[in-house]
């Protein structure tokens, strides 16, 4: 039963387990979960995911492939996801475009990748494993950054279509990150836009930033700003609609908060004529 | 500079301070340093709510920087981070105000264990009731998957409850007594629970682990109540682990072997 996602998402935290085990279904579409967060034996986590399942439509997001590292690709975390997905079954699996650790410490952020050919040629053939041993497309999201490597040889619009092109993965665009790093290294956050494979996105991300002016930072602790908001509509005049949601990992706010800002997500993607909302992804 | 050298030195300029790979803008390095080591700390107070409780922001912070720095993370879920806790303050006395900190940060660990470990069936009352009594000797029990005997030297549950269920965050607590005992830790439902053992009830169900039947067991119970006793000594602890959903159905397994 491999579903489709549409319409407008939240990221599940345990904060709202409760309103979503209420017996009232709530203003959203679907809802993404942290794979890592029911990578465990049993308990409240899976319990609570399998209730919430019976009623919403999901797709799975982690943060430790790290496919990007130099280490070897972790099988075991790669069979644990694969187990997770075959009991939630999953519209698709994302992680990010990042490397999270070397030599088997991880640091658990997610740390940009140089732009260079030698980083596209390594993430070609893990990409493919990936692929393989998930038996799907892999999604990756754009992350972040705080730091630019001198040795980049290309913009990070240019490295991700071409990955795309050469790995066949699918994007999840997140557009708060989008605007974070053009802010932070000082590029038009619509050159990224205008360059994305469009026929690769899947899903799109909108989030709240710290603007500490000369250096923004991708906290996910507060409402989406205005800026991302139109960087939003632009997206999506330039792409189409496609399945977009808030992501909010700290002060986390009671779930009707959260529905009132995807309600002003709503209202932004029908004002960007995203009239027609059929799944970018089957 | 191949990707695994950038990447080496971008984990040491971020972790230990050290120079990082050439960048085009450097400020930002400080956000991922600050952003690390703020993470772990946190991960850290989310494993042992009640030892961050008992040292305070900052003793914790300092405990929580050494253990970082022996230990750092190998997991690819941060929700495992701090598993040789004890093991570390064992080790390095000179970060905790009170030896008996081992012993809390053992039976801290062990109820986050138990809160996400694997769910198992438990054995019904009622899977005991049709036995013929020349059956009961051959049984053997098993335990559910979260099970745990601490053997732990000081009396730290009773703190554990007073600072984890105190609703003021600067609640006093005392310092707990040295005490021998063993603590059982599991999960009933959803809910981890705990409660104190007896010497005779913790080598029951060590005895259970390593496969002991029913026979054995009222061997065991006999060295302590004497023999003639025995019997119904072992009964009602049964009694009390099945209403507490200790025991496990392993899938008929039980039922077969007795």
């Keep these: 039963m491999t579903q489709t996602i549409d319409g407008f998402g939240l990221g599940l935290r345990t904060d709202h387990y409760a309103d979503f085990t209420d017996g009232e279904r709530r203003a959203v579409d679907w809802l993404e979960v942290i794979s890592e967060n029911y990578l465990v034996p049993g308990g409240k986590p899976l319990y609570f995911l399998d209730r919430i399942r019976a009623d919403y439509p999901m797709v799975m997001h982690g943060v430790s492939m790290s496919i990007g590292s130099a280490d070897a690709l972790d099988l075991d975390y790669l069979g644990q996801l694969k187990v997770l997905a075959d009991r939630i079954e999953p519209a698709w699996i994302s992680d990010h475009l990042c490397w999270t650790g070397v030599d088997h410490a991880n640091l658990h952020d997610l740390l940009p990748l140089p732009y260079t050919e030698a980083a596209l040629r390594h993430l070609e053939p893990r990409i493919a494993q990936v692929q393989d041993v998930l038996g799907r497309a892999l999604v990756l999201e754009n992350v972040s950054s705080y730091v630019a490597y001198a040795a980049d ?23 708060n990150n989008v605007y974070v790093s053009a802010r932070n290294h ?97 | 500079m191949g990707l695994i050298e950038l990447q ?60 970082l720095d022996e230990h750092p993370s190998h997991f690819r879920s941060i929700r495992w981070f701090g598993d040789r806790l004890a093991e570390f303050v064992l080790a390095q006395p000179e970060f905790v105000p009170h030896p008996a900190v081992a012993d809390m940060a053992r039976f801290e660990w062990a109820l986050s264990l138990a809160f996400d470990g694997a769910d198992g069936r438990p054995l019904g009352v009622r899977a005991l009731a049709g036995l013929a009594p020349e059956q009961w000797a051959a049984l053997r029990f098993a335990l559910q998957p979260t099970c745990r005997v601490l053997a732990l030297e000081w009396s730290v549950a009773p703190v554990w409850r007073e600072l984890a269920t105190a609703e003021d965050p600067d609640h006093q607590a005392p310092m707990p007594e040295p005490l021998d005992h063993s603590v059982l830790v599991w999960r009933q439902g959803l809910q981890p629970r705990w409660r104190s053992l007896d010497a005779l009830e913790a080598g029951l169900l ?35 682990w099945l209403v507490d959903e200790v025991l496990a159905d392993k899938a008929g397994e039980f039922i077969r072997s007795a």
């Design chain 1, 153 to 175: 040889e290309m913009s990070e619009w240019d490295f991700v279509a071409e990955l795309v092109r050469r790995a066949g993965c699918r994007l999840l665009l997140d557009v």
């Design chain 2, 8 to 67: 080496r030195q971008m984990r040491q300029a971020i972790t230990h301070g050290a120079s990082p790979p050439a960048l085009a803008r450097c400020d930002g390095l400080a956000v991922y340093r600050h952003a690390w080591r703020s993470r772990m700390v946190e991960a850290l107070r989310n494993n042992y709510p009640v030892i961050h409780r008992v040292l305070g922001d900052d003793a914790f912070s300092q405990l929580a920087d050494a253990y």
């Design chain 1, 186 to 282: 000082g590029f038009d956050p619509r050159r990224f836009i205008d360059a994305v494979p469009a026929d690769a996105v899947v899903q799109i991300h909108l989030a709240g930033h710290e603007d500490h002016g000369d250096l923004l930072i991708d906290t996910h602790d507060h409402p989406i700003r205005d800026e991302v908001f139109e960087l939003y509509a632009y997206t999506l005049r330039r792409i189409g609609w496609r399945p977009t949601m808030i992501e909010r990992d700290d002060r986390i706010p009671p779930l009707g908060e959260l529905l009132a800002e995807l309600a002003r997500v709503r209202q932004v993607a029908a004002a960007a004529g995203a009239g027609s909302r059929n799944a970018a992804w089957v």
């Design chain 2, 206 to 240: 060590e005895a259970i682990r390593n496969g002991l039947n029913f026979a054995g067991l009222c061997a065991l119970a006999g060295e302590v109540v004497g023999e003639d006793d025995a019997a119904a000594a072992v009964v009602q602890y049964v009694r009390q």
